[in-house]
């Protein structure tokens, strides 16, 4: 069955950095797209970032561009968030995600802290 993990949070100062990795397993990982979401406390869940099967196309929503990055290892089976320069607005459950023709599939979480 699809399995998506993911790993890496934790509590971190403002300014700092920060790698989450999801390991997938279950389906075919490099014919499908994959996506980060996080949801802050009290808000709902949103939409960080998403990769293309590839690699070749990446998106971000406007209030990570240019501090996080989306990447993927096909070999690995694992899609990574780079996240730089946090602010404590960054403060959410991070989960990745796929969908497989019209299901999707969630991981359970990772939780990342920017906290002085």
């Known amino acids: 069955q699809v399995q998506l993990v993911e790993s890496g949070g934790g509590l971190v100062q403002p300014g700092g950095s920060l790698r989450l990795s999801c390991a997938a397993s279950?389906?075919?990982?490099?014919?499908?797209?994959m996506s980060w979401y996080r949801q802050p406390p009290g808000k709902e869940r949103e939409l960080v970032a998403v990769?293309?099967?590839?690699?070749?196309?990446?998106n971000y929503r406007d209030s990570v561009k240019g501090r996080f990055t989306i990447s993927r290892d096909n070999a690995k089976n694992t899609v990574y968030l780079q996240m730089n320069s946090l602010k404590p607005e960054d403060t959410a459950v991070y989960y990745c995600?796929?969908?497989?023709?019209?299901?999707?599939?969630w991981g359970e979480g990772t939780l990342v802290t920017v906290s002085s």
């Open positions: 995600k796929t969908r497989i023709r019209t299901a999707d599939y």
């Open positions: 279950g389906f075919t990982f490099n014919n499908y797209a």
């Open positions: 990769i293309t099967s590839f690699g070749g196309g990446t």
